[in-house]
């Protein structure tokens, strides 16, 4: 297929996806629109027994190391008002994350490598993974075990800020790990007018909030990187009552392992004074989620190469305090994650995001170009 013939059916298929965007573990029409592309050129699908989202395989001609590139599918809960003609027909849906943009680009790379078959030197399998934004999409689809031969992994994430032609590259850890917390204050109820006949949750719920900005400023080294946000607080029914209990919800941004087991032991124990000290309990839930995304050295050095050879300006990516469940197939595995311009006035999640069609087909050509780079680069 020519290139412009390609160009122009991989940004049809885009406005597709865009134009019908589903949530995690919901991506069925999704699924069958990316495997009706990817049989119709011949790409090989492999068993998963996935519900939602695929895993693709190209086989080259020589042996050879195996690569993985990943996307993410899902759209995320948001009512579209970009005003574009292919919006979403799916009212309080929306591709406002670049989901769309991932996916129509690893079916390009995956449709390119199939055609260079011959000239490869190792395997590529191609994840189109489900539920990134609830972040148990990465785990599922390890779960399967398809994966456990790959030895490097390529992922991409839109970048609004970078105009079409760049990509962001850092070596390091480029997004953050992500830990959940939610807290319930037990006091006592009390009529609002005699607090001394209770214990306020109102006052312990407060007391908390500040105590744990502390955490951060006075335990971490000045130099190191992490969030501690209250997001979610909750107390009382009405005016004139001190009531039983009050809730608390947030979450823990972090770079380190390090950082992030500290801001935990912390965390726990000056909840637990902190409630103590008024005379009322305080019950902890933690959830984690994924770790830090650490980007290999060698492979940001590979990809800076096969960017400026294929002629992409390369800048600096920023690290975003952002998580991502990419991290899970780099445990024990190197990856890189890059940044890559598409243009557009709003940020990721906004109900205006969009992307610049004109970014796809560069992309194509630059991550099937990277991976095969990858198979044959000494060091990787």
Known sequence: MEDNAR??????????????????????MTTMRIREILEREGVEILETGLETGLVARIVGEKEGPVIGLRCDIDALPVTEESGLPYASVNKGCMHACGHDFHTIVMVGAAILLHERRETLSGTVKVVFQPAEEVTQGAQKV??????????????????????????????????????????????????????QKGIDPAVVQAAIIL?????????LHPFSQAVLSFTHVDCGTTWNVIPDKAFLEGTVRTLSGEDRRMIRERFYAMVQATAQAYGAKAEIDWREGPPAVINDEGLCRIARQEAQAQGLCVAMQEGTMGGEDFSLYLEGKKGIFIRVGTGGRYPGHHAKFTVDPEAIYPTVRYIAGLAARCMTEEGV
């Open 211 to 219: 105590n744990a900005q502390t955490i951060i400023s006075r335990n």
């Open 7 to 28: 160009k122009e059916m991989l940004e049809e298929h885009f406005k597709w996806l865009h134009a019908h965007p589903e949530l995690g573990f919901a991506e069925f």
């Open 142 to 195: 390890l779960q399967t075990g398809v994966l456990e031969d790959v030895s490097l992994y390529i992922g991409i994430h839109t970048y609004p800020q970078f105009e079409n032609g760049t990509v962001g590259i850092k070596e390091g850890a480029v997004m953050a790990a992500v830990d959940l917390f939610s807290l319930t204050v037990t006091g006592q109820g009390a009529h609002a007018a005699q607090p």
